[in-house]
């Protein structure tokens, strides 16, 4: 379970996250809507270990995150997480398969083992036939499932989205949607999305609404 405890932002004097908290259980859809400047990427971030809060906690699997030194959470980060943004950041000169790969490389898992975590998702995102291709020969919409793709190649438990069809059409997007439910389904983790989507947002399984840094529903 991923657990915020009253989580507080301020950039300035400006008060961004009022004391949020959370609960996330494993295998959990959750949509984050709200009017723009809601506060809904910063707390994105501080849930994802990629920001950090003023004061609060952030609870992942019974570890407190907040206390721990950065190295360790370089550890939680690369094991428990991932994260889909809105514009794919995919390297222009590394095939799909490669941009893929990109972040198991970091670690020492067998080459096999990589590569086979690669297809079989390759294989669950409808992109196995794009393996060779640069992101320049691909589809916008194809190029998002090759990030989604590179966020789950380490087995995270949870994986956090911020406005991932953002950019894409209605089409595009629907099929991106389709496919986070097919992979908590197959792959049982958690997604924490940040949307505008309604159809996306209605189907998942609990919509948080931020207002000016709070939980109004
Ligand atoms: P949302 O994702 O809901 O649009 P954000 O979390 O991006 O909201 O931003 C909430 C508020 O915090 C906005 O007013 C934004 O301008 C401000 N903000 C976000 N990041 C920073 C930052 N790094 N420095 C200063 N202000 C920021
Ligand atoms: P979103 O589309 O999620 O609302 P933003 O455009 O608010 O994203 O923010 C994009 C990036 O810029 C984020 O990393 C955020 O932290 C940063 N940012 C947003 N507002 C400000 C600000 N007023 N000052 C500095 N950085 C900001």
């Not at 550890?75 to 514009?87: A, D, L, S, Y």
């Not at 949870?158 to 992979?183: C, M, R």
Request: glycine share 8%.
């Amino acid at each position: 379970m991923l657990e915020g405890i009253n989580i507080h932002k301020k950039y300035g004097n400006l008060e961004v996250l009022k004391g949020i908290s959370l609960q996330v259980q494993e295998g959990e859809i959750v949509s984050i809507v709200g009017s723009s400047g809601a506060g809904k990427s910063t707390l994105l971030h501080i849930l994802g270990t990629l920001d950090q809060a003023d004061s609060g906690q952030v609870i992942l699997d019974k570890t407190e995150l907040t206390e721990l030194p950065s190295a360790e959470l370089s550890k939680v980060r690369n094991e428990k997480i991932g994260f889909v943004f809105q514009f794919h950041n995919l390297m222009a000169e590394l095939t799909a398969e490669e941009n893929i790969c990109l972040p198991a490389w970091i670690g020492n898992k067998p080459e096999r083992e990589i590569k086979n975590r690669a297809r079989e998702l390759m294989q669950l995102l409808n992109i196995e036939g794009r393996a060779d291709h640069l992101p320049s020969e691909m589809s916008g919409g194809e190029q998002q499932r090759v990030a989604v793709a590179r966020a789950l190649i380490n087995h995270p438990k949870y994986v956090f989205a911020d406005e991932p069809s953002g950019n894409l059409d209605t089409k595009n997007a629907a099929e991106l949607h389709e496919l986070f439910f097919k992979l908590r389904d197959s792959l049982g983790c958690s997604f924490i999305i940040v949307t505008h989507n309604l159809a996306l947002a209605e189907r998942s399984d609990r919509i948080i609404e931020l207002k000016d840094g709070a939980i109004v529903a």
